[in-house]
């Protein structure tokens, strides 16, 4: 993720009430919510040097929900897995998307493309603002989003509500038993600097949104849809607790 283009928000002072809200310093709260049909098994990969959460997976029934308590300035991303089975006792199995390494626990492992992402830094040494996003860069397996709960004027709602594999390219589609199940990127499905915006290309002056990143960007417009996508795609806040949704509405 990258914060070239920076929002500022009106930053609040929250204290603790009888809603819950965190104590300001004490971390953040994510709302983990599976409005999906179906079974999700959310995949939780830190970036380096950040603690792991919840051994980076676990199962979330459709209709439940799952609170995580983040320590300050944690940052990382959070996928979905579906269509997974897993062995009750070892925790091995495999996932139909964003499988990581066939094991219920992900440990470090990230999703195996494609799978929508939601990456985020929630503040720094150098400042408090969270920065976060709905990432299609590598691809679409399920519709996702991430909204603060407060935080003030300004504070963005990142998201992905659409069902893009409906709208998919016949040269990005994935399927398993004959279901589409995901859709490429043209980055993930080509493999070239043109489209993935490396070597020669890695310059927001030269690498612009192909065909297929219009195509995803004119369905979700508020989430990324190419490695330079800031304008739009980036989001910031300064909130105690945010919902990730899974299948929003």
């Known amino acids: 993720m990258t914060t ?64 995580l308590q983040l320590p300050n300035h944690w940052a990382g991303r959070i996928w979905g897995r579906q269509g997974c089975f897993f ?6 199995g495999t996932c139909q998307t964003g499988d990581c390494g066939g094991q219920l626990k992900c440990k470090g492992i990230g999703g195996v493309p494609p799978a929508t992402l939601v990456e985020m830094t929630l503040g720094t040494s150098h400042s408090p603002l969270h ?30 509500q659409a069902d893009l594999n409906g709208c998919c390219p016949s040269q990005l589609v994935v399927k ?5 199940v995901g859709c490429k990127s043209a980055c993930l499905a080509t493999k070239s600097d043109k489209y993935c915006c490396t070597g020669e290309f890695a310059d927001p002056k030269i690498c612009k949104p ?27 806040c300064l909130a105690n ?5 899974f299948c929003p509405p």
Request: charged share 15%; with cysteine; net charge negative.
């Open 87 to 92: 062995h009750e006792t070892t925790g091995k």
């Open 241 to 245: 607790r945010y919902a990730i949704t």
């Open 210 to 236: 192909t065909m297929f990143a219009r195509v995803f960007k004119s369905v979700c417009p508020h989430a990324y849809s190419y490695a330079y996508d800031d304008a739009t795609g980036l989001m910031s």
């Open 176 to 180: 398993h038993n004959g279901k589409v």
């Open 4 to 67: 070239s283009l920076i929002f500022f928000c009106f930053l609040l002072s929250v204290s603790v009430t009888a809603t819950g809200v965190v104590k300001d310093g004490n971390g953040t709260q994510l709302i983990l919510v599976n409005n999906c049909k179906e079974s999700v098994w959310p995949g939780i990969l830190s970036n380096e040097g950040h603690p792991s959460i919840k051994d980076g997976g676990f199962h979330l029934p459709s209709g439940e929900e799952l609170v």
């Open 131 to 160: 920065y976060y996003d709905v990432s299609l860069v590598d691809g679409f397996n399920l519709p996702m989003s991430m909204k603060p709960i407060g935080g003030g004027v300004g504070c963005g709602i990142a998201t992905c």
